[in-house]
């Protein structure tokens, strides 16, 4: 969570109509005091049939997470039809 605060105080009086627009850029946000963990599990991962789960709720990410893809066949059948084949 953070928390920050600030006055703005007033700079111009303005009618707030669908034409206003507010632009707020507050550069790098970061976190003081504290720490987080690092998360210690895989970053690349195959899916499997059943549910997972990669524990990284409140906790630093050193790179992205990537999902291999489940390999896959299609072969044509007697039918006329593609045969869809999840290898693996």
């Given at each position: 969570m953070a928390e920050f605060t600030a006055d703005f105080g007033v700079l111009q009086e303005a009618e707030f109509n669908s034409?206003?627009?507010?632009?707020?850029?507050?550069?790098?946000?970061?976190?003081?005091?504290?720490?987080?963990?690092v998360y210690g599990g895989d970053?690349?991962?195959?899916?499997?049939?059943?549910?997972?789960?990669?524990?990284?709720?409140?906790?630093?990410?050193?790179?992205?997470?990537?999902?291999?893809?489940?390999q896959t066949e299609e072969t044509p059948n007697a039918a006329g039809g593609v045969t869809f084949e999840i290898l693996g």
């Open positions: 034409t206003l627009e507010f632009t707020a850029d507050f550069g790098v946000i970061q976190k003081a005091g504290g720490s987080v963990p970053y690349e991962v195959t899916p499997l049939v059943t549910t997972q789960i990669l524990p990284t709720a409140q906790k630093k990410m050193r790179d992205d997470v990537t999902v291999w893809m489940i």
